[in-house]
């Protein structure tokens, strides 16, 4: 019990640095969350240092889950403190955990009093390692979305939405074998509706109206 509350926290901690905010201290001097949406993630840095800094944030995002999953988990070894009643094996189960444990950490970090981004690179960092094939597909809906709409969380939602009804088109219509296809599947719909939630002003926005586009201006 004590290794996996080792890599639960140790997960937590690695999804917990503020990267946004400290690129725009770095940057500016600032703090990204009083500025803009006031949200501490890639696309606010984009909206208000500029598409580069942008694109590093969300990029560093998505690698804390990457290495929640990929090295973090890996402390594992020997049996499971639980009975282990998913298809998966123990590792893949362990990996599952520590993603999770590094998206609660980007979104409530304890790094900045708990105020953290929405989660969504984090996620998309942590689900790459462990269902390549839809997350691919999920970007690819994502960048088409904000391409025509320049709402970025439109698109974040629309693909939150699409990586579970991708796995339940390609297990139950295309008949594609997916490994622990039953488990995954309730896992990642949580997943997609924890990132509707952290969404769920933006939301509120779209269908108002009030939702700021993404500009691919460049920042002095």
């Known amino acids: 019990m004590f290794l996996l509350a080792t890599i639960i926290i140790l997960s937590y901690l690695v999804g917990s640095i503020p990267t946004s905010i400290i690129i725009s201290k770095a940057v500016r001097g600032i703090d990204i969350r009083n500025y803009g949406s006031g949200n501490a993630g890639g696309t606010n840095v984009m909206r208000v240092l500029g598409w580069r800094h942008g694109i590093l944030v ?122 622990g296809y039953n488990t995954l599947l309730p896992f990642v719909i949580g997943v997609s509706l924890l990132v509707i939630f952290t969404h769920r002003k933006n939301l509120t926005r779209l269908l108002n109206g009030t939702e700021n586009k993404l500009s691919f201006s460049k920042k002095k």
Not at 69 to 95: E, I, K, M
Not at 135 to 148: D, E, K, R
């Open 58 to 179: 969300i990029f560093l995002d998505a690698l804390k889950g990457a290495i929640a999953v990929v090295l973090v988990a890996r402390l594992h070894y020997g049996g499971l403190p639980f009975q282990n009643v998913s298809p998966f094996d123990d590792f893949t189960l362990v990996q599952i955990i520590a993603g999770i444990s590094a998206v609660i950490g980007h979104i409530w970090t304890v790094f900045a009093g708990f105020r953290g981004g929405k989660g969504i690179a984090t996620a998309l960092g942590m689900l790459l390692m462990i269902i390549t094939i839809d997350m691919l597909i999920a970007v690819g809906i994502f960048l088409i979305v904000v391409s025509i709409s320049r709402y970025v969380s439109l698109g974040s939602i629309v693909s939150a939405m699409a990586v579970p009804l991708s796995m339940i088109f390609r297990e139950n219509v295309l008949h594609t074998h997916i490994e």
